[in-house]
Structure formats: structure tokens, C-alpha cells
């Protein structure tokens, strides 16, 4: 608690003997209670004060006010009325309102000072704290991610802890206020308790969301999707311009399949760049009849594919010759 040092000016004469008179009368006045000796005022939340202060004595007696938001000096007491003022916002400790006042008279015995009062008044907050966790979103290839803890602990008793469990046996720091990371199992959220001086002040949960965005729970981590696994079905009834084959989606790879059908191209290794059909987006075994731009008596090369998030995947290729151009029929003349 801060305590002002007010300085008289004990020059001015002085109408009577500082051995002849008493003590002044202080009183400070918060919320209709009168204060008259040091005291501590709790104060339920953070907010501006509004109090008054009544001082009585001789005249040209020194009057000091001090309290958070502004200091007067005066040479006048207040009596018959107190004077009112305001502090600024209290939210934090060590803040006093105080008052003080010495008696104006005239010093004629080193053994008879000036009398004086002074009554100041402590302003407290209550011990609170916060305490939050961020949820967490697990990466492919591990079990678990990173909460991020924050909390802070309001006109602290002692030093804060963030403990596991009630006990307080366990714990991830001991600091009033500040942020750290704790790891989150998949499936096991837990929670976080703020003690200080053994009470607890506030409690969170840390919890590990979901797997990231692109991956899957396998049972034991995050998984990213993989490519799916397919199968090029043989080629059949094949023409001069058509011919049909198809495909199996064995394994989607940890993701929905997209798209599924045959791509097909007179160079080898075609892909969906070349000219390609469009049978579904499941698994299973699938047919597709091609006829796009076949041309007679030519070679060409067949994949099946399966598309999902990870890419697209590709089955064994497969080739075939389409027919020859059927010869024009002729017509007899009769």
C-alpha cells in the first residue's frame, strides 16, 4: 500500500498553540460507510470509486488528498461538507485512497508538533483467475496434438498452479499468469484446474478436436489418405470403333473415391490427360464401353483409374487392335 507524504506550509501564523488544540477530524466516506481509521475496502469487480472526504479543524489547516486518478492540496478543511471525488478504474492491487490533514497552529514548545490525522484506505479486488484451451487438430502420423493453455490469475495470494487433477499433485506450471502447451491424446480431453493458495479459481478442458484436415483416424494415429488401388478389367467386344473393359476399385486409400473409369490412348501409359470415361465414384468392380475417337485397324492402350483426395491412381494397362473398317456392301444390279 502506497502511502502519499504531504508537505504543510507551516510558515503561515498560526492563531493558537499547537499545545492548546486536538487532533483534526478525517473521515472518508465509501458507498454510505464512514472510514475513520486505516482500512481495507473489498471491491467486487473492477470500477471507478466515488467517495467523499470530510476534514475538520483549525482554518488555513493543511488538507492532502491522494487516491488513484488525482492528488489536491488545500488549506481550507472541508467542514461544514465533504468534498466528493472519483478514482480512476481499479483493476489491480495496491491501490489506496488517502487522506490526511494537520492542524494549523503555532509551534512554541519542540515538544508540541503540529497535530495530525491521516486515514487511508486499501482498495481491493478479490483473488480470481481465468484458465482457457485451445482445441487442437492431430497431423498425420501421431496420436495427439497441442493445446494451447493460457491463464491469469487476479490479485494472487500466492503463486497459481495448473494442475491435472484436484490433488494438485500434477501439474504443468506454476506461474500467477501465462501460456504453455499441453499434448492431448485423440479421445482423451483433459482438464485443466487454476489453484492458488489451495482454492480452486477457474477450470478448462483441453481437447484434441479431430484429425487434420485431409486426415482420418486409423484406431491407432492420424492417417493422410493414400492413393486407392484398382484394377483394369480385360478388353472385350471390341469393333472397328468400340470396344469395353472396365475396372475394380479394390482399396479407396483412406478416402472417398472421386471418380472412377478407363483411360485410353494409342500411346502407352495413358491417364485422365487422354481421353477417358467417367463410371462412378465407389468401390467395386465397374464396365465402360468406349467409343470416343476410335479409329479402325489401330492399336491402343487401356487403364482403369480411381480418383480420391490423395491423386489419382491407375490399374495395369491393357491393349488391344480395334477391327478392321467393314467393306462397303455392293449393291446388284438388276
Known sequence: MFLGIFC???????AASCSDIGDPVVKININGVEYTEHASVIIPSPQKITFSVYTEGETNSFNGISYPGGTYNYNT????????YTTNLINGS????LAYMTQSCTVTDKNHIPPSKMVAIELVLPMSGS?????CFITAGNTGCSSRIEWKTINPESTSMVALSTNQKSWIAQKNSGTTTFTVAYG???TLFLYNNKKLLAQTVATAAACASGTTWNGKICVAPSLPRISTAPISSITYNSAVSG???VSDGGS???????AYNSAQFPTIRNLHTSNGSSLGSFTS?????LRPNTTYYVRAYATNSAGTAYGQQETFTTRPSPSPRKTLGF
Request: cysteine-free; hydrophobic content about 30%.
Open 131 to 135: 484458465i482457457s484451451a485451445s482445441e
Open 289 to 293: 464401353s468406349f467409343t470416343k475417337q
Open 94 to 97: 495496491d491501490k489506496t485512497i
Open 256 to 262: 472417398s473415391i472421386i471418380e472412377r473409369g478407363i
Open 188 to 190: 482423451y480431453p483433459q
Open 77 to 84: 478543511p472541508s467542514a461544514p461538507a465533504a468534498k466528493n
Open 247 to 249: 475396372g475394380t476399385v
Open 8 to 14: 504543510p506550509n507551516l510558515s503561515t501564523a498560526r
